[in-house]
């Protein structure tokens, strides 16, 4: 049965992996406050994309679920994904547990940018900045 966005499950089950989307990685939040966040991930085998290695599409996704959360968190208004560049350090292996953290770097206007992380102990995996742009009224 379809129902409107704001009533359907997908994305709103807190209390599931991902929020109940099934592409969405899992993110163990273990810190954080208004203006960071950090966590743990394992990539499992779904997210394989060959040689023991996470598929590239995955990381990026990851990194728009950490960032997009904190831009939102802490009472502010919603914001929506404007850009989103990944920078891909090292192999990020598939089933092992990875550190993960976000952090804002500036708020202009309706514009925010913040960085994140994945490391696998002192490797840096992949880092990302995004730009996230607070919706008008008028936007869903």
Known sequence: MAVGERKQIFAR???LPGR???MAPNLIVTGGDRDSVC???VFGRYYLGGGGAVHGGAIPLLFDEV???LS???GRPPSRTAYLNTDFRSITPVGV??????WFVSEHG???VLRAEIRHG?????????LFVILRPDQP
């Open 13 to 15: 089950r807190l209390d």
């Open 122 to 130: 002192d490797t840096l995996c992949a880092e990302a900045e995004g």
């Open 72 to 74: 939102n968190s802490g």
């Open 67 to 69: 960032l997009g959360r």
């Open 97 to 102: 547990e990875l550190d993960v953290r976000g």
């Open 20 to 22: 109940g989307q099934t």
């Open 110 to 112: 309706r514009k925010r």
């Open 39 to 41: 966590g743990t991930v």
